[in-house]
T-cell receptor, first 118, second 113 residues
Framework: EAGVTQFPSHSVIEKGQTVTLRCDPISGHDNLYWYRRVMGKEIKFLLH????????ESGMPNNRFLAERTGGTYSTLKVQPAELEDSGVYFC????????????????FGPGTRLTVT | QKEVEQNSGPLSVPEGAIASLNCTYS??????FFWYRQYSGKSPELIMSIYSNGDKEDGRFTAQLNKASQYVSLLIRDSQPSDSATYLCAVFLSGAGSYQLTFGKGTKLSVIP
């Protein structure tokens, strides 16, 4: 079974440009998450999709970030316009189950996209 | 603010020894706890999950949870050089419609041959 895949693996853009990151979750996983790790900090939650609906976007830093999951399959995360502080590694994760108990809630991570804004 | 704390390390242990990794969390209503292993430049790999107080063993790994003390640990028995990685503690913090994981910064483990 294929794991979570992300594209591109690395992106270098200039400040003010636009970048779109893509994530393909594990087949059959309705839940998809985006996380980000900036240098020296812990991995932080950005948002959560259940199928095509945004369940929780409390971690999105500002309105320069736009996430979509059309059709409930793959997801894209667009940053427009990019700023220097957006540099970091963007991880996507998926899980099969959801629920407030968290039991059986294991999230599986993709390899990440390293974004460098210069 | 809900936090997860880990010693950053590096933690160095000789090959064959037991490595002990610790994690504390601030939110008493946390319900689920996970350990991820991350090799440099790679994705976090889920290695253990624990939901109830006590110990959970899986091969050379044992996770220990004490909710009263808000403490979770990971023991690695018979440590191997291939265990050298950063270990991330993650906590599921329940909330209205929220399924996010909160991570610690990770502990870097080095197993010396």
């Amino acid at each position: 079974e294929a794991g979570v895949t992300q594209f591109p693996s690395h992106s270098v853009i200039e400040k003010g440009q636009t970048v779109t990151l893509r994530c393909d979750p594990i087949s059959g996983h309705d839940n998809l998450y985006w996380y980000r790790r900036v240098m020296g900090k812990e991995i932080k939650f950005l948002l959560h999709f259940v199928k095509e609906s945004k369940q929780d976007e409390s971690g999105m830093p500002n309105n320069r970030f736009l996430a979509e999951r059309t059709g409930g399959t793959y997801s894209t995360l667009k940053v427009q316009p990019a700023e220097l502080e957006d540099s970091g590694v963007y991880f996507c994760a998926s899980s099969q189950l959801s629920g407030t108990s968290g039991v059986g809630y294991e999230q599986y991570f993709g390899p990440g996209t390293r974004l460098t804004v210069t | 603010q809900k936090e997860v704390e880990q010693n950053s390390g590096p933690l160095s242990v000789p090959e064959g020894a037991i490595a002990s990794l610790n994690c504390t969390y601030s939110d008493r209503v946390s319900q689920s706890f996970f350990w991820y292993r991350q090799y440099s430049g790679k994705s976090p790999e889920l290695i253990m999950s624990i939901y109830s107080n006590g110990d959970k063993e899986d091969g050379r790994f044992t996770a220990q949870l004490n909710k009263a003390s808000q403490y979770v640990s990971l023991l690695i028995r018979d440590s191997q050089p291939s265990d050298s990685a950063t270990y991330l503690c993650a906590v599921f913090l329940s909330g209205a419609g929220s399924y996010q994981l909160t991570f610690g910064k990770g502990t870097k483990l080095s197993v010396i041959p």
